[in-house]
């Protein structure tokens, strides 16, 4: 999926720059924010189902941590890359700035592919990457979640091998766990909830009923299915999924005109968001190439996929019609893309701010589990809501003022609130 020559650090990087200029910086400043604080690079070794050892190439990047603890997924993945993750930890920082959480930027990442790994090689491989880490991680100072491909499970084992460490009982080191074992309510459901709180606010910005529009989705992820759920809920009609299929390596779009109906493709769809062509060909979907998600005919696209996915390649194929672009995904667009869609006055949701619910119910699960105390679904989702809507319309009020585009405005205010705590810290 992604090119060759992209490289997502380089990206985030040229981005960073463009709002130190907007924000004019100082040289310290921009010189400690371009960069991780610090980087860990490690082998797991791990024993395989078949008695062989095998090792894995894992990382931590904890990119500023002037605001709190460090915050941020690990991804398990075939093509991770140490400025995936330099550039994931990055834009943490700057999610929870803009959302006004008190966390810092961390990312963590695996080389492997689940796939083809065994529960108990999975588990393993969860322990070895706490183990390896043990001392500089933990609820006060650097906290993970799950991310593309890890989920509850994943956590839990993490968590039970760093508190047999410690011996202790720290449930307030790691988020995303299982509802029951310190999980949040509504932590499954936040960042695709989160994606349609923001898109729901924009569309009433352009005065457009979310009845009267229609989107199309990259992704059927976790992210993907509760922004395809809520936005449903909320009038809207999505015509198109595109996702993975790992079984012949390719990405397939799913088109039903008369709407796509997410329980049913959720009941044909395999625990990584890729579904079953056969099956859902003999629901009546249409089966298209993986990239036909971007050239529908709608009013909303959501790539709520992975990074680099709107490209100058493609972002030519973006139809008229398109008004809204919310980026479920870390770094969907690419900047050749992004000026693109600026120049067509596309209204962009950048990722750090349309993502956020995921990282801002996180924050939530950590109050909860360093009280032990667990609040309703509701309160939950009601505290997301308002904390997604006020940090959406910070940015929308910047941007209409200073006539920014919404990803340089979301931008601005966040970097220059890391940037204040690095200054009210003494670190520049
Ligand atoms: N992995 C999610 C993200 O990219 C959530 C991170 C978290 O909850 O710490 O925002």
Known sequence: ????????????????????????????????????????????????????????????????????????????????????????????????????????????????????????????????????????????????????????????????????????????????????????????????????????????????RPENTIASVQGFGNVAQYAIKLYTQLGGKVICVSCWDQNDQTSYTFRKDSGIDVEALAGITDRFGGINKDKAKAMGYEILPGEAWIEQDVDILMPNAIENQITGANVNKIARRVKVIAEGANGPTTPEADKVIQERGIFLIPDFLANAGGVTCSYFEQVQSNQNYYWEKEEVLGKLDVKMTSAFLAVSELARKRKLYMRDAAYVIAVSRVAQACRDRGWV
């Open 1 to 208: 999926m992604s090119s060759k020559s992209f490289n997502p650090f380089e990206m985030a990087q040229a981005q960073f720059d463009k709002a130190a200029d907007i924000l004019d910086l100082d040289q310290p400043t921009r010189d400690l924010l371009r960069n991780p604080m610090r980087e860990y690079h490690f082998n797991i070794p791990v024993r395989m189902d078949d008695g062989k050892m095998k090792i894995f190439r894992g990382f931590r990047i904890q990119h500023n941590d002037a605001r709190g603890p460090g915050k941020g997924g690990i991804r398990f993945h075939p093509q991770e890359t140490v400025d995936t993750v330099k550039a994931l930890s990055m834009w943490m920082t700057w999610k929870c700035a803009v959302v006004d959480i008190p966390l810092g930027g961390s990312k963590g990442g695996v080389i492997c592919d689940p796939h083809n790994l065994s529960m108990r090689e999975q588990e393993a491989i969860c322990r070895g990457w706490v183990r390896q880490l043990s001392k500089d991680i933990g609820p006060l100072t650097d906290v993970p979640a799950p991310d593309v491909m890890t989920n509850a499970q994943h956590m839990l084992w993490m968590l039970d091998e760093l508190e047999t460490i410690y011996r202790q009982k720290l449930p307030g080191f790691i988020t995303g766990k299982p509802v029951g074992m310190g999980g949040s309510l509504g932590r499954t459901e936040a960042t695709g909830y989160g994606v349609v709180y923001t898109l729901r606010e924009a569309l009433k910005e352009l005065k457009l």
